[in-house]
């Protein structure tokens, strides 16, 4: 059986709701155990990693674009760090790549 | 409005002469507009797989959150499970548990209930910022101004993308498909100038993911999938060889996360 996107966007809202709000509410007392405390501070970098390749390659026509972007983007987020400055040069090397390869 | 429990700290709204909820609605007005720019790279990436307008914006408004966004996206387009998806969402969304356990620090003992369970809704890493920077006692009027200037702009920025990915020439689309992982980039990268560790552990996912999705044996693994078992592997590993040092709160880093 097929699930509409409606069904999947409020299953989402609801565990990302009640992540929230746990905390706030029922657990208000701090995390201590060291593991979790690490755990927690690790997972965001990793799973945006994970996402981020090799899914880029294959998000544009050619691989090549995609590896163009990823190695562009690395360069400016060491380089600037500045989330619009990467944004766009990641679309700008495709846009270019695109144009002048074809 | 009766709904101000707040004992302002010493300093604190002397000089201010605007109230606390306009107070809010003006400082999240910068982080309004980023997130209408962030959030629209998430609507080309749902649109990308179907999503109408206003599921886009649908979805980040209940949502408002970039990676679980994400990651939620990814995973319906595969008509993942729901156990699946939810084991996602919470590994996705994780680091608002520690946000969420550090906000609670800051509610007077007599906030109420209600309060907790709205301002919880809202709980982004950069809200978290504003609520944790203001003096004193959180103060819900100043939280619920905050969310008025900025999520709404989430919610659009999301459908804008979708809409924008519709009519765009294809050129241009496919370019815009790259701003979700520049946008990736831009927050996991620069931590890692300071924090070797973090450094490599991105290095690792990285490697670690494209070997996952090429090996034959592993290669037929939806991407949803593949995405949580590392996540889980790789976190665990790096959390049992390189723990934090024990001084509690020097893992709330709003600014080196900056996304939402």
């Known amino acids: ?102 | 409005m009766g709904k101000n429990g707040k004992a302002p700290a010493p300093g604190d709204e002397i000089h201010e002469s605007l109230s606390p909820f306009f107070r809010g609605m003006r400082d999240a007005i910068p982080i309004g507009l980023g997130y209408f720019a962030v959030s629209f790279s998430l609507g080309i990436a749902a649109g990308n797989v179907g999503y109408t307008v206003f599921q886009g914006f649908l979805l980040s408004l209940l949502n408002v959150s970039s990676s679980g966004e994400y990651a939620g996206i990814v995973l319906s387009a595969e008509q993942a499970g729901f156990i699946e998806l939810a084991l996602m969402i919470c590994v996705a969304n994780a680091r608002y548990l520690l946000m969420s356990f550090a906000l609670s620090q800051r509610f007077a003992p007599t906030a109420t209930l209600f309060h907790r369970l709205t301002i919880g809704f809202g709980l982004t890493d950069e809200l978290f910022g504003l609520g944790i920077a203001s003096k004193g006692w959180l103060n819900p009027a100043y939280m619920y101004g905050a969310f008025l200037t900025s999520i709404p702009l989430w919610a659009l920025g999301t459908a804008f993308g979708v809409y924008a990915g519709n009519v765009l020439p294809v050129v241009l689309s496919e370019a815009l498909n790259v701003a979700i992982f520049g946008m990736f980039l831009a927050i996991i990268i620069p931590p890692g100038k300071k924090d070797p560790v973090v450094l490599g552990s991105v290095a690792v996912s990285f490697l670690l993911s494209l070997l996952v999705s090429i090996w034959p044996l592993t290669a037929s693994i939806s991407s949803g999938t593949r995405t949580l078992i590392l996540t889980i592997i790789i976190a665990t590993a790096v959390a049992l060889l390189f723990p934090l040092k024990d001084e509690p709160a020097q893992e709330i880093r709003s600014e080196s996360m900056e996304e939402s």
């Open chain 1, 1 to 102: 059986m097929k699930h509409s996107y409606y069904t999947y966007i409020i299953f989402m809202a609801l565990v990302t709701y009640l992540i929230r709000v746990l905390p706030l509410t029922l657990l208000r007392k701090p995390i201590t155990n060291r593991f979790f405390r690490s755990f927690l501070y690790y997972v965001p970098y990793v799973t945006l990693a994970v996402m981020t390749f090799p899914a880029i390659l294959t998000s544009t026509s050619s691989l090549l674009y995609g590896g163009a972007a990823f190695i562009v983007g690395i360069i400016l987020a060491w380089v600037s760090g500045n989330l619009f400055v990467v944004e766009l040069g990641c679309c700008i090397t495709v846009l270019l790549m695109n144009t002048l390869i074809h």
